[in-house]
């Protein structure tokens, strides 16, 4: 799963979760364990799109908009992080995420 790859989507270097398969995960961000039943999927596709809608200073990078970027390495300059699909994919996921997960 593209979300729990560190360098393709980096969402494990800031988030935790039920994920076994990843040792070292990060604490910066909220754990996403029970995520499914605190935010719709909606709510939650809109975060990965670009959460600084809902925080204009965020530390989590917007995956799927390339607005107001700086800083940007020239491996993303004209692409978005993730793919529509590749979103739509994560947001799935993490909308079954309940907190019943081991
Ligand atoms: C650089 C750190 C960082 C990365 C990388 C990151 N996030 Fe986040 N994320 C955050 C922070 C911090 C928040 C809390 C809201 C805020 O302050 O911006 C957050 C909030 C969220 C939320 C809302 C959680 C809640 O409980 O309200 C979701 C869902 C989310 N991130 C999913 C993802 C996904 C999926 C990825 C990878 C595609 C990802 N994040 C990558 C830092 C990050």
Redesign the pocket.
């Known amino acids: 799963m593209l979300?729990l790859e560190p360098q393709e989507?980096?969402?494990v270097?800031?988030?935790s979760g039920p994920f076994p398969e990843i040792p070292f995960m990060?604490t910066?961000?909220?754990?996403?364990s029970d995520?499914g039943s605190?935010?719709s999927i909606d709510?939650?596709r809109a975060?990965?799109i670009d959460?600084r809608a809902?925080?204009p200073?965020?530390?989590?990078?917007p995956?799927l908009s390339q607005e107001g970027l700086h800083q940007v390495g020239p491996r993303w300059a004209q692409t978005s992080?993730?793919t529509e699909q590749e979103?739509e994919d994560?947001?799935t996921f993490?909308a079954s995420l309940n907190g019943d997960q081991p």
């Open positions: 979300m989507s980096l969402c270097l800031c988030h990060g910066l961000a909220p754990d996403l995520v605190r935010l709510e939650i975060r990965i959460n809902f925080n200073d965020t530390i989590m990078p995956f992080i993730l979103v994560i947001a993490l």
